[in-house]
């Protein structure tokens, strides 16, 4: 899709986990620095590619977005590059954690398979995998003039809130039984892709790819099994598994 060797993929799996890194919680100077050479090297495979690209251009991501970057003021160079290693790098790892979450969440249950029979309910599992253990738990805006959030909190220009995503999905008053997990709930509206300008771009995919992932799974090992408690990772930026040991 984005235009560039299939085979490349783990080459650059490594490179994104190496940014992300920089996410945790107190990062060492070798992450930083690690995070900044992966960074360089990504970024400068970005730029090798989208050059061949320009030269002969085809219908990959990285063409439409190098046209778009010719062709006027749209996408500088920088913009081009960042934009396409965002597009990876949250590509990556969100996706395989909600992914683990998700599988964890419905061996839980009775009957995952009957769960994702037909699309219309294959779509409703997902979204509730989504509710139920999202991957990403916070974001933080800043704010730019004074707003009063609630009577009595206010925030002044350059104040950071941390948005609880995690939080917003397990509400119980915005959910009913939030703790339970229950794909034919009427109150679905959760949070785990954010809101608003930033919502993200990803979305449609991630739930495709979780839609279709599940449901091959669940056919071809139905008779799937967890046979390890499984153990969230220690790290602040994802909420995920450090593995899921299974049998059939
Ligand atoms: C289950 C999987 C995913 C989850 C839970 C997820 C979650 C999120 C969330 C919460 C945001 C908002 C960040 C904010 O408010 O600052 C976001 C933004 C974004 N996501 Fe995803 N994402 C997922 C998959 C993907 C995929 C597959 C892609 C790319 C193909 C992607 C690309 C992006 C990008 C580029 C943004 C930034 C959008 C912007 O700032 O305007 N995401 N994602």
Redesign the pocket.
């Known amino acids: 899709?984005m235009g560039v060797p299939a085979e490349t993929g783990p080459q650059l799996v490594a490179w994104s986990n190496d940014m992300v890194r920089m996410y945790m919680h107190a990062p060492t100077r070798a992450i930083e620095e690690q995070a900044n050479r992966s960074a360089g090297d990504f970024a400068a495979f970005i730029r090798h590619h989208a050059e061949e690209r320009r030269r002969k251009p085809g219908d990959d991501l990285l063409s439409v977005l190098t046209a778009a970057h010719e062709s006027g003021e749209k996408l500088s160079e920088d913009e081009l590059v960042s934009?396409a290693i965002?597009?990876?790098n949250?590509?990556?790892?969100?996706?395989v954690?909600?992914?683990g979450n998700a599988i964890r969440a419905l061996l839980s249950l009775e009957n995952p398979a009957a769960l994702l029979a037909g699309d219309e309910r294959a779509a409703a599992t997902v979204e509730e995998c989504?509710r139920y253990d999202?991957?990403?738990h916070m974001?933080?805006?800043y704010a730019y003039e004074e707003v009063e959030l609630v009577p009595g909190i206010s925030l002044q220009p350059g104040e950071q809130v941390a948005?609880l995503?995690g939080a917003a999905n397990n509400d119980p008053a915005a959910f009913d039984a939030p703790r339970g997990f229950n794909p034919s709930r009427q109150d679905q509206k959760n949070?785990?892709?954010?809101?608003?300008?930033?919502?993200?771009?990803?979305?449609p995919?991630?739930?495709l790819?979780?839609q279709a992932a599940l449901k091959v799974l669940f056919e071809r090992l139905p008779s799937l099994k967890i046979s390890e408690e499984p153990h969230y990772r220690d790290i602040y930026h994802f909420h995920g598994l450090e593995r899921l040991v299974c049998r059939w």
């Open positions: 899709m934009s965002l597009l990876l949250a590509g990556h790892e969100a996706t954690h909600q992914t989504l999202a991957p990403l974001f933080t805006r948005l995503l949070v785990s892709f954010g809101a608003g300008i930033h919502f993200c771009i990803g979305a995919l991630a739930r790819e979780m």
